[in-house]
């Protein structure tokens, strides 16, 4: 019988590349790892691992064998949520990655909720942006994570990752309230002498309003290229600039500057994901029936 754990650090490292990465992310030294994978490949008869340079990689075997592991790890997760299931508290620690509209609007009024209705389960909670996030899942570092999809450009598929709709969020046009850029557009193109505030390229946000300006017919005056949601509002605020901001940002703050409609009125789809072994896990599950909660909340003021 292969040990469950060996095939764990053997996934891994197919995942994180090499030994020492391994070796930070579960509190083991690189000897200890290569040690226990030294074992597998006895236990296995096969050669799993190759030198290349001063790093190893995955032979060809390996790789199988972290096909059938995935599948071993899915099953086992399934027996956690069924055990976690038959408790009458939620209990244990749940990590979550999320980005920052929704850490803003959501997330506090979630821990609220769960603070009261399950005092028992801890849950941990980092900002990270979508690739990294749903990397971090697939690898067991979070165990929740909160997506986001733009109008025209579709999230692949993810093996391994069940996601399950949260909100459609509308995004709108921040202007000023006064000065130079604060006239009302009858369209987008009114705006394309204005400075842009934008998402760095590359990212889906990014990507969606350059997009969206070009079609428009014009090339954005990027002025800031900035992920920050909370200094775009600022720097529109102040008179700087003009940006494409979410609704849900508005959520319990005043605003000091004026927002229009988009033609067609786009919204960015957001979404929850986790893997597909831990659909039903009870604090998966109670997480995001507190984001639920929380969306009502915000959707109410």
Known sequence: ??????????????????????????????????????????????????????GVRLTERARVLVGHTEAVLERLELAEADLAASLTEVTGTLRVASFQSVLLALVPAALSHLAEHHPKLRVEIAQRDADDAFAGLLARDFDVVLGEEYPGLPQPPMPGVATEDLAHDEIRVALPARGPYAKTPATLTDMADAPWIIDPAGTAPGDWARTLCRTAGFEPDVRFEIPDLLLQVHLVETGHAVALLPDLL???????????????RPRRRL???????????????????????????ARAD
């Open 1 to 54: 019988m292969l040990d469950v754990h060996r095939l764990r650090l053997l996934r891994e490292l197919h995942r994180r590349g090499t030994l020492a990465a391994v070796a930070r992310a579960l509190s083991y030294s690189p000897s200890a790892i290569s040690q226990q994978l030294a074992l597998l490949e006895a236990e296995t008869g096969v050669r799993l691992l190759e030198h290349v340079g001063r």
């Open 250 to 264: 508005w959520h319990d703050r005043g605003h000091a500057l004026r927002l229009h409609h988009l033609p067609g």
């Open 271 to 297: 979404f929850t994901g986790v893997r597909r072994g831990a659909t039903d896990h009870p604090g998966s599950r109670a997480f995001r029936d507190a984001l639920t909660h929380g969306l009502r909340l």
